[in-house]
């Protein structure tokens, strides 16, 4: 029996999981799943080919593998099993329905509650006692002055063992137990540490103990970023500032766990009913049980609309695109049309979470970063974007349209600051030299993952010595301004407002009409 919250990881990141979870559907809908090796096997060997698993000789014959990718889409409640057949929950057909992936799973993530069916399968086996819905409890220790932050080994060592519900008694216990480690290191843990938390092999050292229990923080900390209400920096979870109110609401909801959760349909469906409906009143046995070869098709189609939307913008449904799903898929170019037809609205959507990933992932990922950003101000705003990162002393990326001309530089960093050396760039490089070939240089920008907490005064310092105005932008408040643009609740007479601010650009100013 496991003592400490448990979350399964085929992939730490939730960034694929509609497109894999739409392959999973393609291949098995309404399909009885368990107990069939052969199933699990030519399932792990479809996530393969398609590139969405690493390739290999597996450990073992037995399909352990997509067993694992099934029990994560289980544990997220997007499907269940109806007379013996698989069904996706409403959230499970709003994530193949390309609806915003980042609410719907957002949604999952704050209600993943234990006791559920997946925790208590035999293959977890949580400890009854845990009655949490984790992921909110994080967010209240987070809110709490007391804490304000969190590690992973602070998740690892006290609150995955300790947060067994959310009464008061409960939550005030784990403050002092995370205030006491703050204090006293490990010497505060309990005394039986490595035997109560023992895995299935049997009781570990205290290292390999909080190793296994450390991978599934870090996999807490990677779900919760992906909701976008808390990010780490430098290795330390704290609250999005901007999203103080919302995660107020979400703390102070009242409402009970699910219950009866013995009864897997019933737990699934309440539990997966999603964050656009408040009940799940379909009458599945009215339903046709005939799968078609046009079905799985359009539920293929859709799997690589996720996965290329996912690995670039992509704003416009063109030929090339059409073509490109068709050479992959064989699918008929009407069946990609009329698929294509749903994400009209939803392409930035899908792109939102990769795009967000790759504003915190330095150098690893920051060509990516500058690519992708450039698209944006090109496909979204319309503004002629080049990547001029390659030729030497300039900045990432030129901005040349008409009366606007503007220079940009990518940070992909969680709380990036202006340092000196940036600074000198800015001011003795890039503006002294666009500016020559641009006279009408208006303005400089950083758009990053976050910002430190002199980011205004040190745009205002550039402004200063230059006499060009600029702003900075972080990825998910560029993602916001690029929706209400392309939803014409911006016009583009706006935009240079907004470049010009001489600071940050935040979320109220986006929303607000005027910008002072």
Not at 23 to 28: G, H, S
Not at 39 to 51: A, D, M, P
Not at 172 to 199: I, K, P, T, W
Not at 238 to 261: D, H, M, P, W
Request: charged share 25%; glycine share 6%.
């Amino acid at each position: 029996m496991k003592n400490y919250w448990w979350v399964t990881r085929p992939k730490r990141k939730l960034n694929q999981v509609p497109e894999i979870f739409a392959a999973f559907m393609a291949a098995n809908v309404e399909e009885e799943w368990r107990a069939e090796r052969e199933k699990h096997l030519t399932f792990e060997s479809i996530l393969e080919n398609e590139g969405l698993k690493r390739s290999g000789n597996r450990r073992d014959q037995k399909g352990g593998g997509g067993r694992t990718y099934v029990a994560w889409f289980y544990s997220l409640g997007l499907f269940f099993y109806h007379n013996n057949r698989i069904h996706p929950t409403l959230a499970g057909e709003d994530l193949l329905k390309g609806k915003p992936p980042i609410q719907v799973l957002t949604n999952q993530v704050l209600n993943y509650q234990f006791p559920s069916p997946f925790s208590s399968s035999s293959n977890v086996n949580l400890n009854p006692n845990f009655k949490i819905r984790p992921f909110r409890f994080l967010l209240k220790l987070l809110r709490d002055n007391r804490i304000a932050f969190l590690t992973e080994e602070e998740v690892a060592k006290v609150v995955i063992g300790e947060a067994l519900n959310e009464t008061d008694r409960c939550y005030e216990s784990v403050v002092n137990s995370l205030l006491a480690f703050r204090n006293f290191g490990d010497s505060s843990l309990r005394s039986d540490f490595c035997s109560y938390y023992a895995s299935r092999t049997g009781v570990n050292t205290f290292e390999k103990t909080v190793e296994n229990m450390r991978h599934v923080a870090n996999t807490i900390f990677n779900w919760i970023e992906y909701t976008q209400l808390a990010h780490r920096i430098d290795g330390v979870l704290k609250l999005q500032t901007e999203r103080y109110a919302e995660i107020e609401q979400i703390i102070n909801v009242k409402g009970s766990l699910i219950s009866e959760f013995e009864y897997e349909e019933f737990f699934q469906r309440k539990y997966g009913v999603g964050a656009y409906r408040k009940k799940d009143i379909r009458n599945l046995d009215k339903q046709s049980h005939n799968i078609t070869a046009n079905l799985a098709t359009r539920r293929m189609v859709k799997s690589k609309i996720f996965a290329i939307s996912a690995s670039r913008p992509i704003f416009n449904i063109d030929k090339y695109l059409i073509e490109q799903i068709q050479d992959i898929t064989g699918a008929d170019k009407g069946i990609i049309e009329d698929e294509l037809s749903n994400f009209q609205n939803g392409m930035l959507d899908i792109f939102e979470a990769s795009y967000y990933d790759m504003a915190f992932m330095g150098r690893e990922k920051c060509k990516e970063f500058e690519q992708a950003t450039s698209e944006i101000f090109n496909n979204v705003f319309h503004l002629y974007s080049e990547v001029v990162a390659n030729k030497g002393k300039h900045p990432d990326i030129l901005i040349d349209y008409k009366e606007l001309t503007g220079i940009i530089d990518t940070k992909a960093y969680a709380a990036y600051s202006i340092s000196n050396d940036h600074k000198n760039r800015m001011v003795v490089n890039y503006i002294p030299t666009y500016r020559k070939k641009f006279p009408n240089l208006d303005f400089f920008m950083y758009v990053s993952g976050g910002f430190g907490r002199h980011i205004d005064r040190q745009i205002t310092e550039i402004s200063d010595k230059t006499g060009i105005n600029g702003c900075g932008i972080t990825a998910a408040n560029l993602i916001i301004l690029a929706r209400n643009f392309k939803e014409n609740k911006i016009k583009l007479d706006h935009l240079p407002k907004l470049f010009r601010i001489d600071r940050e650009i935040r979320l109220t100013d986006i929303l607000k009409k005027d910008i002072s």
